[in-house]
């Protein structure tokens, strides 16, 4: 991002801090995917700034102040970044899992996706001309034609696609609303000839808002509460019930 090159250029003419601190990372990663390959299941790539912003993030509060990252021990470093790829909290000492905002902000900076991911969505693409995310449009032709759901390209043209969304988190409730579509396939009548995947999350966001109305409305972030990145998935107050309610409400053309 334009944050950490502005960051990095900055302090590497002056000290290297942040070059070293790179490679340093890029020397953890290896060891841990050495070590444990199961913590990079369903990452295609991983973007190195997003990364540095999020260990900035959970060391600071800040994904722009770096000076406490740079200044953490070569252990204390490698288990932060260990306990973010495995679910877990930033402290070293910390075993319990990642709270739900903090969880879809890693998973979304991590770039990882759901094993039946890129199966359910190309089923949609299949049934649709389309899928359009925030004026970002995913055309399903010629594509489904050349490509197959499991290989690399798809993978790489859908992380391409969902790279368009800046924020981490709200990256993760659009895999989530993508989900739902797909687990509800054979449920859905017909399908709109353009997907609007914005409109379901902030339809699913509305009726969330129904049934919550002490929500801060100081506390949004892109038009999404802050109470609602916080919801867990799967429950029937979960993210994924509010999802099914407004893809019900678009399959009857409400």
Not at 48 to 69: Q, Y
Not at 121 to 142: H, K, R, W
Not at 162 to 171: E, F, M, S, W
Request: with cysteine.
């Amino acid at each position: 991002s334009s944050g950490i090159n502005a960051e990095y250029g900055r302090h590497s003419k002056r000290n290297y801090i942040l070059f070293v601190l790179y490679q340093e990372i890029l020397n953890y990663l290896c060891q841990m995917m050495q070590k444990s390959p199961a913590l990079f299941k369903g990452i295609l790539r991983l973007r190195m700034d997003l990364l540095i912003e999020l260990i900035a993030k959970e060391t600071s509060g800040s994904s722009k102040n770096f000076e406490v990252m740079c200044g953490l021990r070569p252990i204390e470093l490698y288990h932060i970044i260990f306990n973010l790829f495995s679910g877990r909290g930033s402290d070293v000492n910390e075993n319990n899992d990642l709270p739900w905002e903090r969880r879809r902000c890693v998973d979304g900076a991590l770039n990882r996706l759901p094993t039946e991911f890129h199966q359910n969505l190309y089923a949609l693409l299949q049934l649709c001309t389309g899928i359009n995310l925030e004026g970002n449009f995913l055309s399903s032709f010629p594509m489904i034609n050349e490509m197959t759901a499991g290989e690399p390209q798809f993978a790489v043209t859908i992380a391409n696609w969902l790279d368009k969304i800046k924020q981490p988190q709200l990256r993760q409730l659009y895999v989530e609303a993508i989900m739902m579509m797909g687990a509800l396939l054979k449920m859905i009548k017909m399908l709109p000839d353009v997907i609007e995947l914005h409109v379901i999350l902030h339809r699913a966001h509305d009726i969330f808002l129904s049934e919550n109305a002490d929500c801060d409305p100081q506390r949004f972030l892109c038009g999404i509460s802050q109470e609602f990145y916080m919801t867990p998935p799967t429950g029937q107050y979960g993210t994924l019930n509010y999802f099914a309610q407004a893809i019900a409400c678009m399959n009857n053309g409400g």
